[in-house]
C-alpha cells in the first residue's frame, strides 16, 4: 500500500520509511530520540526532571535513535535538504554520518530559552536546543530576512507543552520559519519521528504537503486531533465528560 499525503502513519518509522519511493520527499525535518548521558546529566529538560525525581536512571531509558536510518533519509530525499533536532551527545556523531555526503554543507541552528530548569548541579543550565541543518548544493533557500537567523529565543514554550501534553514540544513559530526558508510551496516534507504533530501543522499552514510516522499511540493520537483543531487538554475532558455519562446512564 502507497503512502499518502497529507497523513499520519501510527508505525515505526524503521520499517515504514522503507515504503517510502526513493527520490521522493523534499525535505525531512524531525525531533529525533535523544541520547542521554548515562547516571543522570543529560542536558535536556527530561533528564533534568527524570533525574531530580530519580524514579529511573537514564540509563534504561532510549539509548536515541539507530543512526541506520540515515540510510534511508538519504534514499528517500530528491536532494539533502535536512533538519535534525538532537541532543549536545548526538552532534559528533551525526556531524560524521552527513559530512561524508558529497556536496554538503551545514548549519547548527539554536532554540535558546530565557527561563530553563533552574535545578542543576554542577553543569550548565539546558538553555540551549540544538538543530544540524544539512543541505546539498542546489537546494534553494528562500530570501525574506526573518528566515535567516540561526538562532530563535523564547520562553521554555511550557503553553504548548501543556496544550499538547508533550515533554519536547518545539515552539510552531520556529519550525514554521525553518520550512519557510528552505521548502517551496507543495514541497513534501517527512517527519519520522512526529511527536505531536507540529511539523504537520506548520506544513499545512505554510502551504506544504507532509507525512509523518509515530509509534507511540498516545502521541499519534495528540498529532491527529491537532491537525482536527483539537488539542490534547480538549480531548481529556471530552473523555471524563463521556465517562460520566457512561456512569449516569448505569
Known amino acids: 500500500m502507497s503512502i499518502e499525503r497529507n497523513k499520519i502513519y501510527l508505525a515505526d518509522a524503521y520499517k515504514k520509511i522503507k515504503e517510502l519511493k526513493s ?5 525531512i525535518y524531525t525531533d529525533i530520540p535523544y541520547l542521554f548521558e548515562s547516571g543522570g546529566g543529560g542536558s535536556s529538560e527530561l533528564a533534568l526532571r527524570i533525574h531530580k525525581n530519580k524514579k529511573v536512571d537514564l540509563a534504561d531509558i532510549d539509548s536515541g ?3 541506520a536510518i540515515f540510510d534511508d533519509f538519504l534514499r528517500v530525499m530528491k536532494k539533502v535538504n535536512l533538519f535534525i533536532w538532537c541532543s549536545k551527545l548526538q552532534i559528533q556523531d551525526i556531524l560524521n554520518w552527513w559530512l561524508k555526503v558529497p556536496n554538503i554543507t ?6 535558546c530559552k530565557l527561563n530553563p530548569t533552574p535545578q542543576t548541579n554542577n553543569v550548565w543550565l539546558p538553555d540551549i536546543e540544538y538543530c544540524l ?5 542546489g537546494v534553494k533557500l528562500n530570501e525574506g530576512y526573518d528566515y535567516k537567523s540561526k538562532w530563535y529565543v523564547s520562553g521554555i514554550n511550557q503553553k504548548d507543552k501543556a496544550i499538547y ?5 518545539k515552539p510552531f513559530e ?9 521548502t517551496q510551496k507543495d514541497n513534501l516534507i517527512l517527519n519520522p519521528f512526529i511527536g505531536s504533530g507540529t511539523t504537520a501543522e506548520a506544513s499545512k499552514v505554510i502551504g506544504r504537503d507532509y507525512i509523518g510516522f509515530e509509534n507511540d499511540e498516545a502521541w499519534y493520537q495528540v498529532a491527529i486531533d491537532r491537525l482536527d483543531g483539537i488539542t490534547a487538554k480538549e480531548r481529556e475532558a471530552g473523555i471524563i465528560q463521556q465517562t460520566l455519562f457512561d456512569y449516569k446512564e448505569i
Open 106 to 111: 551545514f548549519e547548527v541552528l539554536v532554540w
Open 23 to 27: 527520490k521522493s520527499i523534499d525535505c
Open 133 to 137: 541543518y544539512f543541505r546539498e548544493k
Open 65 to 67: 535513535i539507530d543512526y
Open 165 to 169: 501534553n508533550h515533554p519536547s514540544i
Open 174 to 182: 520556529l519550525v514554521k520559519r525553518h520550512l519557510l526558508h528552505a
